[in-house]
Structure formats: structure tokens, C-alpha cells
């Protein structure tokens, strides 16, 4: 159409990023010992930025990573990927599972040029289903190698909420003579 005659026809579909100007930056990176390279946008202002902030913020207090932009260009190498498990929603995370797991990473300033047509296909949906899979991702983190701490967590809890009860139960039966079977039959639970 008529707004890519202006623009190199090596430019990726939405026309937002420029693979000869990335790819060299980001393989440099890749050359020099990092193990993942994530592209920053230069001279982003979208309204969009400001519930990047937030996301950001997010992943900052949940996982302890500071990245400036987890949503565009990235590039890991193989041995990256071959550790990671993948799962459908969670390729903005990539990063964060690769960086917990210990790989080193860079970030890599590229060009970016504002969408000029066609139409983002991520809408105001994504910001609910985004938190999820941060939930996710952060229980994932926390509890899959050792499941122990959640479900003995959960259960010392249940026992101890047993123990208040069954206690209760006793306490009001012998000082008052009163019997709460409701109450029996959820604590024995």
C-alpha cells in the first residue's frame, strides 16, 4: 500500500519494527556472551506506554526484574529455550522464567515507529488475562520445585483451623453443656 513506499519492505507486518535494524544489534548481544536479548523501544510514546509502566511495576515487586520493555523484539538462545516450559499466554514472560532460572541477559535499544495503519489486536482483555498469567507464572516460580511449602503450608493452616475448632466444640460442651453439631461434622472435615 501507499504508507510502505516510504518504509524498507524488510519491516515486520505491523511495520513497527525494523528486523535490519534489530536483528544485528540483538545477535551482537548474543555473540557477546549474553544468553537473552531483549529489544527496548526507542522513543516510544503510546498511550499504551503507561499500562506498560504499571506492568512493569508489577513484575518488578512479583518477580524482582527490572525490565524496561517485555513486550517487543527478543532473542534467546537455544539452550534458553530447550530449559523452559512453554505454555499458551505466556510468551511475555519468557524472559522472567529464563532470568530466574539464572541466564544472563541485555537489553538492546531499536527503532520503533508508531503503528501507521492496521490495528493492535490486543484490547483492553489482555490486561485481566495478563495478571492471571502473572499469578501463574508466580506460583510456578515459587512452588515448582518444591510443592511442599504450598500444600504443607495449606495444610498446617487447615489443621490449625481444626484444632480452634475442635477446641471450641470441646470448651462450649463441658463449661456449658452445649453441643454444636452443625459445627462437628466441618471441624472433623
Not at 1 to 10: E, I, Q, Y
Not at 47 to 68: E, P, T
Request: proline content about 4%; glycine content about 10%; some cysteine.
Amino acid at each position: 500500500g501507499g504508507a510502505t513506499k516510504n518504509r524498507n519492505p524488510s519491516f515486520c507486518a505491523d511495520l513497527q519494527c525494523d528486523p535490519l535494524d534489530a536483528v544485528p544489534r540483538m545477535d551482537r548481544a548474543l555473540v557477546e556472551g549474553a544468553e537473552i536479548v531483549l529489544g527496548v523501544r526507542r522513543d516510544r510514546r503510546e498511550i499504551k506506554s503507561f499500562a506498560s509502566a504499571g506492568y512493569r511495576l508489577l513484575c518488578r515487586l512479583l518477580f524482582g526484574v527490572g525490565l524496561r520493555d517485555m513486550n517487543w523484539v527478543k532473542g534467546f538462545k537455544r539452550e534458553v529455550l530447550e530449559t523452559m516450559i512453554l505454555r499458551p499466554g505466556w510468551h511475555r514472560f519468557l524472559a522472567v522464567l529464563a532470568i530466574h532460572e539464572g541466564f544472563r541477559y541485555v537489553e538492546v535499544e531499536t527503532e520503533y515507529h508508531p503503528r501507521t495503519h492496521g490495528r493492535s489486536h490486543f484490547g483492553l482483555l489482555r490486561i485481566p488475562q495478563s495478571l492471571l498469567h502473572m499469578i501463574a507464572i508466580k506460583f510456578h516460580i515459587a512452588f515448582s520445585n518444591q510443592p511442599l511449602l504450598l500444600f504443607g503450608a495449606v495444610g498446617a493452616v487447615m489443621i490449625a483451623l481444626a484444632a480452634l475448632g475442635m477446641g471450641w466444640y470441646v470448651y462450649a460442651w463441658i463449661g456449658w453443656g452445649e453441643k454444636y453439631r452443625q459445627m462437628l461434622f466441618p471441624v472433623l472435615f
